[in-house]
């Protein structure tokens, strides 16, 4: 098991919004959150980076417990972390945002510039332009290929077939695929069960800061009152 995450509560100011979850990745899987906006998906995977720690409850990463450590040491332990805003730097080139990760997590592996313009050509293509002129499309596939530069052995993605067209959710699903087969396991949070019964292996499926179902994600499918229950928009 790559990461487990037990009884976690976690809140801002005076308000909880998850509420004693649990749920774990093993090795090698794809596995998805899902859920409308506003059931606690981002804030989830958000404690289990460290950005808005838990209350209480326990993250444990490869065998070690990560519960309350700053990102920058998650980080430097595995995991990559795309935020659905993506974060990346307006001001430097495609390859310096690439770079930069590399220097910060000291982090060796398979990943490097090379096989990030390999898996997302169009990256080799804006390789001199700034962040700040890309699409949306494109700021998320440098968000992702940054995280990869970081070789990580736990990516963990929050909503990123967001605001993609038909065209670029195909290719992230390719890429997403890619990536696993090189090693990674992915976490993921997206609202799109569409999109998540594509890349995932499992699925668990969040209302209100709790976890409603969990199963392999065929059998979510197939399951209508649980899809129209809570995802259907």
């Not at 490097?112 to 332009?129: D, H, I, M, N, T």
């Not at 992702?144 to 929050?158: H, K, Y």
Request: glycine share 10%.
């Amino acid at each position: 098991m790559i990461l487990e995450a037990r009884e976690l509560v976690t809140g801002y100011g005076f308000s909880v919004v998850i509420h004693g979850i649990s749920l774990d990745v093993d090795t090698g899987e794809i596995v998805c959150l899902l859920g409308r906006n506003g059931a606690g998906k981002s804030t989830t995977l958000r404690s289990i980076m460290g950005l808005t720690p838990p209350r209480s409850g326990r993250v444990t990463f490869r065998g070690e417990e990560i519960t309350g450590r700053q990102p920058f040491e998650i980080a430097r332990r595995g995991v990559g972390y795309v935020p659905d805003d993506r974060r990346i730097f307006s001001d430097l080139t495609v390859k310096e945002n690439l770079e930069i990760v590399q220097r910060v997590t000291r982090r060796e592996g398979r990943w490097s510039l090379e096989r990030v313009y390999q898996l997302f050509p169009v990256l080799r293509e804006l390789s001199a332009k700034p962040g700040a002129g890309l699409s949306g499309g494109e700021q998320k596939m440098l968000a992702i290929g940054r995280a990869l530069m970081g070789n990580p052995a736990l990516l963990i993605l929050d909503e990123p077939s967001e605001g993609l067209s038909p065209l670029l959710v195909r290719t992230l699903v390719d890429a997403l695929r890619r990536i696993r087969e090189d090693g990674t396991t992915l976490l993921i949070a997206d609202q799109n069960v569409k999109f998540a019964r594509r890349v995932a292996d499992r699925g668990y499926i969040m209302e209100k800061g709790t976890i409603r179902f969990a199963g392999p994600l065929e059998q979510l499918w197939q399951n209508e009152e649980v899809v129209r229950r809570y995802l259907a928009v």
